[in-house]
């Protein structure tokens, strides 16, 4: 069974910094490209990054929204995915899951983000 | 960027009914277009792909259909079950996009 589990979501300070892992099992991690998704209080889910395999050399992409202030990684050997966040906003608070690479039936159950002062 | 505009926003049916969800996007996307359905405290969950390819397990009554850059999701005969948010999102170019949101309550 497929199982993504996100870990590392909190309270944090505007301007503050926050990293959040997954974990994944069920399936050949390092083959597979994966996205994190967030979604606000009382909103649609909005897409945020994407990190290819190692195939693809580790190659991301960014919503613009993030991109500068947010980096994604991931360390196969550990079958992890970590998203670094920066320089946060209130705008960042969210529910964040991480997903087998969208359109996919496999996320995560998310960790919430709150970024308040 | 790709807009994903779906309409209604809401609508109040009730069980058996037909039910049609409209998501138009900005421009061509082809095919690659999913659907997916949320209830309140859970992560969505995907229904379709490929703009009509039903996600395995994912009841019948569900079906898909693409009209140019009209994408439309179908529920034939409404559950109890299926009184939830669903989504389009297009996997075409980046940035991924997901509409706005279509809110299926009880009449």
């Known amino acids: 069974e497929v199982q993504l589990v996100e870990s590392g979501g909190g309270l944090v300070q505007p301007g503050g910094s926050l990293r959040l892992s997954c974990a994944a099992s069920?399936?050949?991690?390092?083959?597979?490209?994966i996205d994190w998704v967030r979604q606000a209080p009382g909103k649609g889910p909005e897409w945020v990054g994407r990190?290819?395999?190692?195939?693809?050399?580790?190659?991301?992409e960014y919503a613009a929204s993030v991109k500068g202030r947010f980096t994604l990684s991931r360390d196969d050997s550990k079958k992890s995915l970590y998203l670094q966040m920066s320089s946060l906003k209130s705008d960042d608070t969210a529910i964040y899951y991480c997903?087998?690479?969208?359109?996919?039936?496999?996320w995560g159950q998310g960790t919430p983000v709150t970024v308040s002062s | 960027d790709i807009q994903m505009t779906q309409s209604p926003s809401s609508m109040s049916a009730s069980v058996g009914d037909r039910v049609t969800i409209i998501c138009r996007a900005s421009?061509?996307?082809?095919?690659?277009l999913a659907w997916y359905q949320q209830k309140p405290g859970k992560a969505p969950e995907h229904l379709i792909y490929?703009?009509?390819i039903l996600q395995s397990g994912v009841p019948s009554r569900f079906s898909g259909s693409r009209s140019g850059r009209d994408f439309t999701l179908t529920i034939s005969s409404l559950q109890p079950e299926d009184f939830a948010t669903y989504y389009c999102?297009?996997?075409?170019?980046?940035?991924?996009?997901f509409g706005g949101g279509t809110k299926v309550d009880i009449k």
């Open positions: 997903v087998r690479a969208l359109p996919s039936a496999n």
């Open positions: 069920g399936f050949t991690f390092s083959d597979h490209y």
């Open positions: 990190i290819r395999n190692k195939a693809r050399s580790y190659s991301t």
């Open positions: 421009q061509d996307i082809s095919n690659s």
């Open positions: 490929s703009a009509s």
């Open positions: 999102q297009q996997s075409n170019s980046f940035p991924l996009t």
